[in-house]
Nanobody
Framework: QVQLGESGGGLVQAGDSLRLSCGAS????????IGWFRQAPGKEREFVAA????????YYTDSVKGRFTISRDNAKNTVYLQMNSLKPEDTAVYYC?????????????????WGQGTQVTVSS
């Protein structure tokens, strides 16, 4: 079982950047796909990005392509989400999650372990 914790959220202006980190403790971190999801008030949790076990494959939702980059450092048990050119519509609580399956999943229900979330607020 892996335990996850996010950090790096905050209040920024439109056009600014943030880097979120997802740290893992316990378990074999390299055995998990890691996904980033976000949830804005009154909205469903949505997929943002995911990365394969080795980091060789990455996946993004269309609205963040070209602006966000997901990466991982298995030696540090950490996944990063670099967010550039932030927009007010990126405002949400961001969660990282671990999927012990062997294929990429966009559906949050397929992920087994979750962090507590970190707030990202982008002002216009």
């Amino acid at each position: 079982q892996v335990q996850l914790g996010e950090s790096g959220g905050g209040l920024v202006q439109a056009g600014d950047s943030l880097r979120l980190s997802c740290g893992a403790s316990a378990g074999d971190f390299s055995m998990y796909y890691i996904g980033w999801f976000r949830q804005a008030p009154g909205k469903e949790r949505e997929f943002v990005a995911a990365i394969s076990r080795s980091g060789g494959y990455t996946y993004y939702t269309d609205s963040v392509k070209g602006r966000f980059t997901i990466s991982r450092d298995n030696a540090k048990n950490t996944v990063y989400l670099q967010m550039n050119s932030l927009k007010p519509e990126d405002t949400a609580v961001y969660y990282c999650a671990a999927d012990q399956g062997i294929y990429f999943h966009r559906d949050y229900a397929q992920y087994d372990y979750w962090g507590q979330g970190t707030q990202v607020t982008v002002s216009s």
